[in-house]
């Protein structure tokens, strides 16, 4: 297997925003812990970290990323919601894609109000 390592234009970010939403269309969430970007080794035919670029302040796109599923689904080994978060760690900018089963993902751009304890 042939790759190359890419070098970080910018310094290593620490996530500062470590926040999660507590519901998901009025589901309750439990979230992983969140995980560092990817800033290493790609394949060869893999320029992602090169290319892509934050949206909203034009830094690389590399995002730390979390998964959230709905509570309790150790116990039924099985999850009917799954929530993956990407969120750059220079802007905050957080992306979701939300699976519920058997549909088609739907992308979202999260605002302060997805943060809220919902009644």
């Known amino acids: 297997m042939t790759g190359h390592w890419v070098e970080d234009e910018t310094p290593p970010v620490i996530l500062m925003d470590t926040r999660t939403p507590p519901m998901w269309d009025g ?3 439990e979230w992983l812990d969140w995980t560092p970007p990817l800033t290493g080794f790609l394949c060869a035919n893999n320029d992602l970290l090169k290319t892509s670029i ?3 302040c034009r830094h ?3 995002p730390w990323w979390t998964r959230g599923h ?5 116990l039924k080994h099985h ?9 750059c760690g220079w802007c905050n900018l957080t992306l979701a894609i939300s699976r ?8 979202w751009v999260l605002d302060e109000n997805d943060y809220k304890e919902q009644p």
């Open 27 to 29: 589901v309750s969430m």
């Open 54 to 56: 934050c949206p909203k």
């Open 60 to 62: 690389p796109w590399q």
């Open 70 to 74: 709905e509570n309790g689904w150790k």
């Open 79 to 87: 999850s009917r919601l799954q929530v993956d978060l990407e969120r």
């Open 100 to 107: 519920w089963e058997s549909q088609e993902p739907q992308e």
